[in-house]
């Protein structure tokens, strides 16, 4: 008898059969319902054949009183294609559509109307459309958020042969959706050395489709950063943790730009390294990337505990993924206990439970809390003898920034600017006796609004947004090689052969040289397309060595009003002390001479004045600066009825006097988050620069005839620098010394000084001390006042704010009114007859220190205390924490040093920074040259990455912007230096020379350079004092140099009268005295040949000096 045991369960197997249909049939919703009402409505429309007959424009009508959502048309699917015999090709089908193919759209008007009329040859024309479903699906499948209305049939006919027609589709507008789950998908990789993969995590990253990558045992440098130009894939971003001293281990982070995460300030611990990022979202999720050395097994587990306490005392979500090197799958060992008992503790999940060491055991662990992750796969990938470790984490909501920044530009070329000439030729302001009488207001407004008319006609705004950053060196070679790691992976993973791994090593490796020279020759012929463009050879080369490290910061118009509200409060907190001082000016001498009117300018000083002004334009400016330049010829006399209408009436019009500032972050590795790691940008308009600049050079000539400004000022002034400022303080510092007596150096500076600027005090002091009067006296007025800023960041601005105090930033003008507000400070240092010397903000204060007074510095005090009530009635703030204190060739004790500085002792330092140069007590610039040693060979290092694809003019261009620069930067203060310090800098050109020429290790250097025409260090010392010696005895250099050096003018009549000779003064130590610029540039001078010492030009004498030194070093 058959088995009937299932025939007691065939009702229920039946209504699981029901279920399970209802379930994946896809147009039955369980969750919808219709009333009685609604079936009726519905039931005459299923005997309704469907002719596709056309009724008012539709092909069939439905009752009005259906739901929307019942009576929405899903989209038409493509026609089937009907099959045919072969031989029958000349149906009437077959020719009615060729027929229709050769008509043009006139004619095939009138054949569709006429066709119309019978509906019997309609309907076989039109029975292959398909035919509309009546009830369109609902639910999960309801795209269409409104009914669709059913396309004419013309719609469905091809134009042409072989064309398509567009207007088939239709736009399927999605319905937003909130709180979608994300699925993050993530990677763990131990790489052992990121430099030699960076091609191939960058292909990894992309094939994968990764939004996280984070790698241990990177093995990159401190501040080595260049491997990441290679390895960052488009629209992503990176985070590097390298071990700071000793070698392996580092740390390192990929992601994507949407997901904003920032890396926080680091951390350390001595048994282990770790990196935390944390990604914004609500509530944030920590994310820390762990390496701890095999070795490192002491304190580790303490370590690591106080870690997690810290970190789950601020975060609900914490995600920890790491190379730990534990065997956790080894539980019998004693660190396996204790760290599975300390992650037990905390409540961590580990989710690893498969090896990832190609010998066994799991050491890569990804550990979380209050996360839902999902392990996908852990697989040898071939990169390094660790398994990558892939896997998702499901996330219930995240905002994500995948809005790309969009600007509003326009397209100026040659024909636009052709255009714009003819036209503002032939508008309103073309004939400028009408316009005389206007006000310079109403002047820049007319010809803002004639500008902006004509820009909009001959180039409108467009809408530009920023693209997908791509990989153009990608070609059908390295494609190929991408396949081919793609079949040796698939393989290996099948069998798992030891020979596969290493076919898969091998084409991995071969595809990362091939990319790596693929890459090389694209640049290399993009600096070749570039050659005459300086910019875009230090553009490519930053792009080499400096990745993008973090994601930029997103922008809001709430961000811009927080840092509008910032800049204020940080002024007025400032200020706030200085309100209730009563001001107490010091006197000092009023200027004789009196400037009262500007000078009307002409086109021909405009013109020069534009050709020198950098390109630079503001978000408010109508005009683009190029325009400015190359229209000059066409806009030009109504430029010049603006700046002459401001210069007579002393007005300057209010578009002038708004700045546009721009936050830039100081330093990448500063957290973008915290509103003071950022400086603000200031532009102005490019039309206020023209006036200011012309106001700037009559200001500039009056002060200059009557000697008014400081001497001791070298900020901003022409033929000034640092390194003439720090000549001057260095000469008098060792010639002090070489007396035999002792010097204190005090280094003030100021915080803020710029945006601290009293208004009222700078205009009494151009009255009272400058001598401005009348016109020139209100237009400075109109200057400072009603002045306004805003905030602009990407696409978004803030509101506008006064500009009350400070002297505008990014201006002309600004420089020189604080260099002339401070001008009273000197008054105080003469009164009390000590030396001093001032670069812009950066005050430099020197006095004796003779121990044979009782009170030695009483002095310095008495003019410090001076010099910081003069500050604050005027607004000026110290700042403290940069106040330096250094003793010259101090005999002292320690002890007894400190008593007699007495307040300054707090501030006494070894070595102290002086407008970028480190300076010691004994005079060795020790510190100095190890400093510019090791910045210079790491450029070497970053260049020689670079090397391959640059040319040997655009390698000898890097090399002299990074490195000779650094070499000659303030090297005039080298002189007389020890040999072994002046060795360290000779071997960094050495190695410059090197990496330029190609020469081997042990080659002698004295060939190389007389090749490269390149003078030795010691010989680029001497060549920059006697070119300052020129320059002194032709008056082109500072007045307080000039007064160090004096001609030879002998009492009797000699030969050497007429021989330009300078005086040699006596020193009496060596290493002191004959340092000082007084005694060696003239000892340096009279030696040179009688031919070069009397040069005419600046040029002829570096030319025949140059050729003198380089016989006497290489020949």
């Not at 007495?902 to 004994?922: E, F, H, I, K, T």
Request: proline share 5%.
């Amino acid at each position: 008898m058959a088995p009937v045991f299932a025939a007691s369960r065939l009702l229920e197997l039946c209504l699981l059969f029901a279920i399970l249909f209802s379930l994946c049939y896809p147009d039955a919703f369980a969750l919808l319902t219709y009333d009685r009402q609604t079936l009726l409505n519905l039931q005459p429309l299923t005997h309704q054949t469907p002719g596709f007959k056309w009724q008012s424009g539709n092909f069939f009508s439905t009752p009005t009183d259906i739901s929307d959502h019942l009576r929405c048309f899903p989209a038409t699917l493509p026609p089937r294609k009907r099959h045919r015999r072969r031989g029958k090709r000349s149906g009437i089908r077959v020719r009615l559509k060729a027929y229709l193919n050769s008509l043009d759209a006139t004619s095939y008007h009138a054949f569709v109307k006429t066709l119309s009329t019978s509906h019997a040859l309609w309907d076989r024309f039109c029975y292959r459309l398909p035919c509309h479903r009546w009830i369109s699906p609902v639910g999960r499948y309801a795209y269409l958020d409104s009914p669709a209305e059913c396309p004419p049939v013309r719609s469905w006919v091809r134009l042409s042969r072989g064309g398509v027609n567009y207007s088939n589709l239709r736009l399927l507008r999605s319905v937003p959706t909130s709180n979608n789950p994300i699925t993050l998908r993530m990677a763990l990789l131990n790489v052992r050395s990121l430099a030699n993969k960076t091609f191939i995590l960058n292909d990894f990253f992309v094939s994968s489709g990764l939004d996280f990558l984070y790698l241990t045992e990177t093995w990159l440098r401190p501040e080595e950063s260049s491997a990441f130009s290679e390895l960052l894939p488009p629209e992503c971003a990176f985070a590097s943790s390298p071990r700071i001293s000793g070698r392996g281990g580092g740390l390192a982070s990929i992601f994507k730009h949407k997901f904003r995460s920032r890396e926080l300030p680091p951390v350390s611990f001595t048994s282990f390294e770790v990196q935390l990022l944390e990604l914004n979202c609500a509530p944030p999720i920590l994310c820390a990337v762990v390496y701890r050395p095999p070795k490192s097994v002491k304190d580790f587990i303490f370590q690591f505990a106080e870690l997690l306490g810290s970190l789950f005392l601020r975060y609900d979500r914490v995600l920890i993924v790491g190379d730990f090197n534990i065997h956790v799958c080894c539980e019998a060992s004693t660190l396996t206990k204790d760290f599975l008992a300390l992650i037990d503790t905390f409540n961590l999940t580990q989710w690893v439970s498969e090896p990832t060491h190609l010998k066994g055991h799991s050491l890569d662990l990804v550990l979380s809390y209050g996360l839902d992750i999902c392990i996908t796969d852990i697989k040898d990938s071939g990169i390094s003898d660790h398994s990558v470790v892939m896997f998702n984490v499901m996330l219930q909501h995240m905002e994500l920034n995948c809005e790309r920044p969009s600007s509003q530009m326009r397209s100026i070329n040659s024909e636009t600017i052709t255009n714009f000439s003819t036209l503002f030729a032939n508008s309103a302001l073309r004939d400028s006796t009408c316009l005389v009488d206007l006000s310079a207001d109403e002047l820049n407004n007319l010809f803002n609004s004639t500008c902006s008319s004509i820009l909009d006609t001959v180039a409108p705004h467009k809408t530009k947004r920023t693209k997908s950053s791509c990989q153009p060196w990608l070609n059908e070679t390295t494609r190929a090689l991408r396949r081919e790691c793609r079949r040796a992976e698939r393989k290996r993973k099948k069998d798992k052969l030891v020979v596969s791994a290493q076919i898969l090593h091998n084409c991995l490796s071969k595809y990362q040289k091939t990319v790596k020279a693929a890459k090389s020759a694209y640049l290399s012929g993009l600096i070749l397309t570039n050659c005459h463009k300086p910019h875009a050879l230090f553009k490519i080369f930053n792009s080499v060595i400096n990745p993008r490290a973090t994601a930029h910061k997103e922008v809001s118009p709430a961000l811009c009003e927080s840092f509008l509200r910032y800049f204020i409060e940080k002024i007025t907190t400032l200020r706030a002390p200085f309100l209730s001082v009563v001001s107490h000016q010091v006197p000092v001498s009023k200027c004789s001479a009196v400037f009262q009117q500007f000078e009307p300018v002409t086109l021909s000083d405009v013109k020069v004045i534009i050709d020198h002004l950098t390109i630079s334009n503001s978000p408010h400016d109508i005009l683009p600066a190029r325009i400015f330049k190359e229209a000059l010829n066409t806009i030009g006399p109504c430029i010049l009825l603006i700046l002459n209408a401001s210069l007579s009436s002393g007005c300057v019009p209010s578009a002038f006097k708004h700045a546009v500032v721009q936050p830039v972050i100081k330093k990448t590795n500063l957290d973008h988050s915290v509103l003071s790691n950022y400086r603000p940008i200031s532009k102005l308009p490019f039309m206020s620069k023209i006036l200011e600049k012309v106001v700037c050079k009559q200001l500039q000539t009056f002060l200059d005839s009557n000697d008014i400004p400081e001497k001791f000022q070298s900020g901003f002034k022409p033929r000034h620098s640092t390194e003439t400022a720090l000549l001057r303080v260095l000469n008098d510092l060792l010639l002090t010394t070489d007396s035999g007596c002792s010097v204190v150096l005090v280094l003030l500076d100021l915080t803020s000084a710029f945006d601290t600027v009293d208004h009222n005090i700078l205009l009494s002091r151009l009255e009272h001390v400058v001598g401005l009067k009348g016109t020139a006296l209100s237009w400075f007025k109109s200057y400072l006042s009603e002045r306004s800023f805003s905030i602009t960041m990407g696409q978004y601005s803030s509101s506008s704010a006064p500009f009350l105090c400070g002297v505008p930033q990014g201006s002309v003008l600004g420089p020189m009114l604080f260099s002339l507000y401070m001008l009273p400070l000197g008054s105080i240092f003469q009164r009390y007859n000590i030396s001093f010397h001032c670069y812009a903000d950066d005050i430099q204060i020197y006095f004796p220190l003779s121990l044979n007074v009782t009170d030695p510095l009483h002095t310095l005090f008495n003019c410090l205390h001076d010099v910081r009530t003069w500050l604050s009635q005027n607004s000026l703030t110290l700042n403290d924490s940069k106040t330096e204190v250094i003793v010259f060739d101090s005999h002292i004790p320690l002890n007894q040093l400190t008593v007699t500085l007495g307040p300054l002792a707090s501030y006494l330092s070894n070595v102290v920074r002086d407008l970028g140069v480190l300076l010691d007590s004994s005079f060795k610039l020790e510190k100095q040259v190890s400093t510019v040693v090791k910045s210079s060979f790491y450029q070497l290092r970053q260049i020689a990455k670079a090397k391959p694809f640059l040319s040997h003019k655009d390698l000898e261009k890097l090399i002299h912007a990074f490195i000779t620069s650094r070499l000659d930067y303030c090297n005039s203060l080298y002189l007389g230096l020890p040999h072994s310090s002046l060795h360290r800098l000779q071997l960094v050109q050495n190695s410059a020379a090197r990496l330029l020429l190609g020469a081997r290790m042990h080659d002698h250097m004295t060939p190389v350079l007389a090749k490269l025409h390149w003078l030795p260090v010691k010989f680029r010392i001497d060549f920059k004092i006697l070119l300052l010696t020129y320059k002194i005895l032709n008056n082109m250099a500072p007045s307080y140099l000039t007064e160090l050096l004096h001609l030879y003018n002998p009492i009797k009549a000699l030969r050497s009268s007429n021989q330009m000779l300078l005086m040699q003064p006596k020193s009496r130590l060596k290493t002191r005295g004959d340092r000082a610029f007084a005694i060696v540039a003239p000892r340096l001078w009279n030696n040179l040949p009688i031919a070069i010492r009397s040069s005419e030009t600046v040029q002829s004498f570096k030319s025949r000096l140059k050729t003198h030194l380089f016989t006497l070093a290489l020949m």
